[in-house]
T-cell receptor, first 109, second 123 residues
């Protein structure tokens, strides 16, 4: 049972534009959400997180938005850069740690 | 410093071999994790240690045997693996900020930091 889903397996964006990656979850008890970036054959790198008591957290070019009523979070990358091309996983924690299915982002120069 | 190191980076082994994967962190984290990742899939949790005690074993076959010698080190001993066990094996650690660590709790702001992984090929 996939409790954290990323419905877009891939996304292509022009360099300099905004990348929006989406994540949906089913368990209202999740209280902490994270985004990881992963290159092939490497471990995931922590990017940004948000607690369930907030609806927005910003760190440089990365902003995470949380909509608890919709059980939805999104990662905005502005401006997108070619080095951002990677697979992005969202994750959620509660009584367990759940990874989303991943979205492969390609930033086109 | 948020570094988790893993050795070796690549490992090729036969089905009758015994080998070990090693993971180390010096962030003072008290929870350490083993994950298995197949291509184009999210990481799958295998084991969790909290305060050097095995807290979670996600029904992993006994040919995988974890060990946590101290709070900085985590090993994964491999024996009689199958070709389908070929994957990227990831180690992670976190502060373990949740409560009730006899049974692991992920609540709170417990960020996991991952190592670079060991690419395992079983022939």
């Amino acid at each position: 049972d996939q409790q954290v889903k990323q419905n877009s397996p891939s996304l292509s964006v022009q360099e300099g534009r905004i990348s929006i990656l989406n994540c949906d979850y089913t368990n209202s008890m999740f209280d902490y959400f994270l985004w990881y970036k992963k290159y092939p054959a490497e471990g995931p790198t922590f990017l940004i997180s948000i607690s369930s008591i907030k609806d927005k957290n910003e760190d440089g070019r990365f902003t995470v938005f949380l909509n608890k009523s919709a059980k939805h979070l999104s990662l905005h990358i502005v401006p997108s850069q070619p080095g951002d091309s990677a697979v992005y996983f969202c994750a959620a924690t509660g009584n367990q740690f759940y990874f989303g299915t991943g979205t492969s982002l390609t930033v086109i120069p | 410093d948020t570094e988790v190191t893993q050795t070796p980076k690549h490992l090729v082994m036969g089905m009758t071999n015994k080998k070990s994967l090693k993971c180390e962190q010096h962030m003072g984290h008290r929870a350490m994790y083993w994950y298995k990742q197949k291509a184009k899939k999210p990481p799958e949790l295998m084991f969790v240690y909290s305060y050097e005690k095995l807290s979670i074993n996600e029904s992993v076959p006994s040919r995988f045997s974890p060990e946590c010698p101290n709070s900085s080190l985590l090993n994964l001993h491999l024996h009689a693996l199958q070709p389908e066990d070929s994957a990227l094996y990831l180690c992670a650690s976190s502060q373990a900020t949740g409560t009730g660590w006899g049974i692991l709790s992920f609540t709170g702001t417990d960020t996991q930091y991952f190592g670079p992984g060991t690419r395992l090929t079983v022939l």
